[in-house]
């Protein structure tokens, strides 16, 4: 996840001040409602020393009704807490019914600074996670909402600001020996705080990455967050008590008849009145969504799409890259190192191309590529992910998806072939074979291939016109075509919460054919030689 | 969990046969049901060499149609199973909709032989339990049903079963090195086992223990398992439909007055022809309730309950072991160790008496006595496990608790203060919260003070007609009495699930008190003096 954040996102004074009025007025019209409705909240601060989580705390609470919430520092233990368990501390601090606790830093520390420091030994990583995920399913379970911050800073801005507070006396305190230290390990401390988002990025508690860089980008992000998170809440809780109610009016009615139209009235009453409410909440809900898919990093929007190959350099590079790809493809073999590709992108993102020049001079005996199409009646009575597994590669294979598991969270998400639950865990799921994969030794990556919306109507236009190719244009296509801010907001989506350091996303930069074709060979080439430097 | 297992059910043949013949005929029943509704169905069936896996599975599929399910024998890997990535061999064999695939040994072999073979390390553990949860968790939530069975055999009677396979030439190949290495080592291989289900004995795919030493217990409980996961699941698909429908209806009705009378009727024509045959499956599930309930082993009945010491006997024995206690406090002390214990049992079970023996000689600065009522207000506004975890001793101190957590799944689950849902998850959640307290180092023991009903009656009456006694009884506890049998049940299921090798139970006979107060005494010196041999 991490490696994929954007921290050059900001935000002007001006565009502050104009988000921040309407964004204030929400947040305290929904912490009203949600204590209204009891539902108790858990918003969890974590993430690099400096990225300043104490002074957004302030900024958030600012906006609150100081009666309604608790803020809990943790830092050292205590003699007190040290003496209890590890997550007595915590639990004696879950929020009653209809108060918020807010946490700077959390149980989290036993996995990340206590971690990085030694205290908690690797044999017991495995019980660390399964307590924090455990503690937080229970408390979810018991409908508490969970919100997890993880504000990033890079690590020369870190320096940078550990170096302020160090020259100013009254600040010097707050740089600490460790704090010195794990800016020094940057990477070695980045890499655990991966594997905890792994871990413990989960449907009932999942974390958001908060740009922090900028103060103001993300002082906004985490309003937006909140406010987000608490108005999905609260439509859950209502949706729960309307079902509840329109079960209990529908077995009335069944029961007894001559009751029916008392019990029918009752429940039409209650109804109109939620009903006002919640389209209220379903604004803020939906307003909230759209402000989250503007702030979010959008990754495709940094790819370079200028890059370019002249027709010379092309030849001369993929023919050396075809030429060690054939070569390194005997060394898997012999090595009985799998290999899976993904490719996904946009309709006439040049996959086909690509995938061509990559397997040109592969032995086919090594190689099997594998189009996805909609699923047939045999895979649709299946699990989505079984029809993957089936094509999973043996060991010295190497397997190609032209389009793969990923159609869960773009076409079944935009089209509605999925519920929204069954694509939110898709994340978790997806990254849970790819790390299945890698354990079993394979080699896992993924391909985007990024075209701009005018390169995509050139070759649609082309495509049409040519006999020879117009096979591969249709009106899906083109109906697809408009949905192009949907799928982008999707694909963003995607990359940030599945590419893993064991299984990477990598965005090809498209326009330029040749460009992209010589990146996907390089960068197959590149993984492969890294791999079998590793034994 | 396996330490509670009783092994010495039996049925006779007369028994077995009039049960067999009511469960062949419902298990079909359920099975065109499960065929109706499209529900996939995994049965797994695990545990010790020789204890009838093979045998049992015949004995199931006899009832089934043929052409609805499969069986999938699971051995060494073949070289093509060998190339792929472990769980690609069972994602490639999960059932189609509305199929039952049997599983005879299963994706479990890699925690258990593989590991007692060392061919899983102790490093990819954490990892492998994580792959299992999570591909049992993904086809849950894809209306998986999952069926767990686990056979249980003991040492002696696995020995004489491979002995008599090995004496016959036909058979002899069956009983190979592996599986006498596992009986040799019976004890370690055991313990693997009960990790294996503290990690994966999940709300979506719980494990049912078989006692296996006789053939015809374990073919009727197998029946019995699958006809109740069955039944439970057709009802909540069933349950979930209606709940769409009638959402449906609500919302239909609520935008058009004029369509309402229409959907209502086709709502509550469809609601008639569903209630008949889920009445059908109501009973079937109810019934298998029931039988359950019987073939439960009752490890409350094995308590023998005429055990009694002499006045001198106990005067001697209590004596020797409160000195013996009042030092060992000092050294938990001295040495930081926490310990927790709770007290659960009959009303007048001598939970009171047994507790003030035990602290008698103590330091009162080193242990508190936590009575737990029914929540107050503060209380219920929080997780119910939360006034426990406020509760919980520091290093070297004890914190005694009459009564307990335990309360989820009897009085909760009893009196319907809890929801079916929450008491069914509250076992892993104990057992999870007990797992931290013994990770923090704490000893941790739960005690059963159990009578009979006669003799609580005795004591009740002895109460009510004693002035200074008359305070600890009220109505109350004769309505509990009335439950008693509910009650029975509760609490074995409890000690099942709960007593594990971290967080015992210990059931006390009690019907005598001074054999109860010495037994408690003398099980916590025990626990304290192995210890602090330990360290």
Known sequence: MLEKVDLTKKLSKEEY?????????????????????????????????????????????????????????????TEEERMHPFMWRFWTKTPARGRIAIFDGSWYRRILIDRFEKRTKNKDLANAFHSINSFEEQLADDGNLIIKLFLCIDKKEQKKRFDKLAKNKESAWRVSQGDRERNAHYEEYAAMMEEMLFQ???????????????????????????????????????????????????????????????AEKTETEGKTETAADSDDVSNIAREADQEMKELQVSILSGADLTLRYSREEYKEKLDKLQKKMEKLHGELYRRRIPVVLGFEGWDAGGKGGAIKRLTQ????????????????????????????????????????????????????????????????????????????????????????????????????TERQQNPEKQWKITDEDWRNREKWDQYEDCVNEMLMRTSTEYAPWVVVEGNDKYYARVKVLKTVVDAIEERLKED
Request: hydrophobic fraction near 40%; proline fraction near 3%; glycine fraction near 6%.
């Open 17 to 77: 001040k104009e988000k921040m009025d309407q964004l204030e007025a929400r947040l305290g019209r929904l912490q009203r409602e949600c204590k209204a409705l009891n539902i108790p909240i858990l918003i969890v601060f974590e993430g690099f020393g400096a990225a300043g989580k104490g002074l957004q705390i302030g900024r958030l609470i600012q906006s609150m009704d100081p009666r309604g919430f608790e803020v809990h520092t943790i830092k050292n233990e």
């Open 200 to 262: 413990t990025d989960t449907d009932y508690a999942p974390w958001t990455i908060i740009e922090s860089m900028d103060k103001r980008f993300a002082t906004v992000k985490i309003y937006t967050t909140v406010i987000k998170a608490m108005a999905d809440q609260i439509e859950k809780v209502r949706r729960e008590s309307e079902e509840q109610a329109a079960l209990k009016a529908a077995k009335a009615a069944e029961q007894a008849e001559t009751e029916h139209a008392e």
């Open 361 to 460: 001079k592969m032995d086919p005996r090594g190689y099997v590529v594998n189009p996805t199409a909609s699923p047939n009646d045999i895979e649709k009575a299946h699990h989505y992910l079984w029809r993957f597994w089936r094509a999973m590669p043996k060991d010295g294979h190497v397997a190609i998806f032209d389009r793969t598991w990923y159609g869960r969270v773009m076409v079944e998400r935009i089209e509605g072939f999925c519920t929204t639950d069954e694509w939110k865990r898709a994340y978790k799921e997806i990254n849970d074979m790819e790390k299945d994969l890698h354990d079993a030794g394979a080699i896992v990556i993924k391909f985007w291939m990024h075209i701009d919306k005018d390169e995509q109507k050139r070759r649609f």
